[in-house]
């Protein structure tokens, strides 16, 4: 389902990938849909008419592929990479690295699709994902940052089968990419480049083993709730001045917001409409409207 929602992204149709999900339609089965099937499934008149331009000017109708436009848009980018992984293959025999590699891509892939991430690419023994493309979620940086903590504490359990405990090492950045299909006729897939991918990668080389180091515009969205320290100025190949990277180890919590408080029946209303957008694929609009401290204990006392 992976290449329908990046299409589905290209065209400002994402927020419909989980009624497409839901009733198994993928490219392949794409290509055949109808208006009414569309309809069926839970698609507005205004997406379906998205949706039918769309399969009319790409080739998704005769091929099953898409070639997407480029797209500049902000992501996060995450790179986690297994420690010492030379002489692993070294010590093991083909069969025993081939189990290894299976239980480390499974972990990663798992905790970054867990993250609202999606996994761009395998390399060798290293894992390439990408927050915010095709789907953004507002606080695609957070999740990055917390899939690699994640994937630094769940990493080292996976070594207990052979011998000395597996370690990474993690690279986050974050900066403007262009989203789009790379490829040829024969082969094409949805990936993001620029700057952001190859200064993750960088961090990631210059990581030590268990270590996350992220970028200084990680650590500046994050700094009320990141702890971490300071990696100072780290000369990169690639680019033309030293960057600087912290070494980030814990993420709070965000604070509890007190919003609405006291009223029940609002927050009732909100929790069955979310549900609804759930359950049917379909967004709305809520306008809430108010003088300020009417939503609080002290406002409604003074109203009462």
């Keep these: 389902m992976r290449d329908l929602t990046a299409w589905l992204a290209q065209i400002g149709l994402e927020k419909y990938a989980s009624a497409f999900v839901a009733h198994e339609v993928d490219l392949a089965a794409l290509r055949h849909l109808t208006d009414d099937d569309l309809k069926n499934i839970g698609l507005p008149l205004g997406a379906r008419r998205k949706v039918l331009a769309a399969l009319a000017a790409s080739d998704v109708r005769q091929e099953g592929t898409t070639k997407p436009a480029p797209e500049r848009r902000p992501v996060c980018v995450l790179f986690a990479d297994l420690v010492g992984y030379t002489k692993l293959s070294q ?27 999606r996994v761009d ?40 089968a052979f011998g000395p405990l597996l370690a990474v090492h993690i690279g986050v950045a974050s900066g403007q990419v262009v989203a789009s299909g790379v490829g040829s006729s024969y082969h094409r897939e949805y990936t993001v480049t620029g700057e952001a991918v190859n200064l993750a ?104």
């Design 91 to 117: 010590r093991l025999d083909a069969e025993d690295l081939h189990q290894a590699l299976e239980g480390f891509f499974g972990c990663v892939d798992r905790i970054v699709q867990q993250h609202g991430g």
């Design 121 to 160: 690419k395998h390399i060798g023994d290293c894992v390439m994902a990408a927050f915010g493309a095709p789907v953004a979620h507002g606080n695609d940086v957070e999740r990055a940052v917390a899939a690699a903590l994640a994937i630094r504490d769940a990493v080292p359990d996976l070594g207990a």
């Design 201 to 304: 990668a960088r961090l990631t080389n210059a990581a030590g083993a268990g270590e996350v180091l992220v970028s200084d515009r990680v650590w500046r969205d994050l700094a009320e709730r990141l702890d971490g320290t300071d990696a100072g100025l780290l000369e990169v190949e690639g680019f033309h001045e030293p960057v600087r990277a912290w070494r980030a180890q814990r993420l709070r919590s965000a604070a509890a917001r007190r919003a609405l408080v006291g009223r029940n029946a609002e927050l009732a209303q909100f929790h069955s409409i979310l549900n609804t957008c759930r359950q049917t694929g379909r967004g709305r609009a809520v306008h809430l409207r108010g003088e300020a401290g009417i939503g609080t204990r002290h406002g409604c006392s003074r109203r009462s």
